[in-house]
């Protein structure tokens, strides 16, 4: 039988614990948020890059004209990166209807 002491120092880090697992919870929303908040345009300049856009150029006359940029290193390696780890997996069920699952996993890793 546990003594009162004993007891009480349980209940302690009893409360110790979940205050912890607040305070680390409350850490990790406040880390989503701030990655979050100063990744977004990062990732929108790396997927125009990959994918490319129109940008304006003028010629030493001074007329306006588009062509289309393409960053082929970026491209490359969305390709060779994102591309493998979105991989779709068709099943044909008995009835001959076609489903498609798409399992995107961003370390590349397939799951079966």
């Known amino acids: ?14 409360a110790v614990s979940k205050e912890r697992k607040k305070v680390e919870q409350s850490a990790v929303e406040i880390a989503r948020e701030f990655i979050e ?3 977004k345009e990062v990732l929108e300049t790396y997927l125009k890059n990959a994918k490319g856009h ?5 010629t030493e006359s001074g007329i306006e004209y588009e062509v ?3 960053d082929a290193a970026s491209t490359r390696h969305f ?6 780890a ?9 009835h001959g209807s076609v489903e498609v699952f798409t399992n995107v996993d961003p370390d590349g ?4």
Request: no cysteine; charged share 35%.
């Open 1 to 14: 039988m546990k003594s009162t002491d004993e007891t009480e120092n349980d209940s302690k880090m009893a």
């Open 37 to 39: 908040k100063h990744t």
């Open 54 to 58: 129109f940008e304006k150029r003028y």
């Open 68 to 70: 289309w940029v393409v």
């Open 79 to 84: 390709v060779d990166k994102l591309i493998p």
């Open 86 to 94: 979105m991989k779709q997996e068709v099943e044909v069920n008995l």
């Open 109 to 112: 890793i397939s799951q079966k």
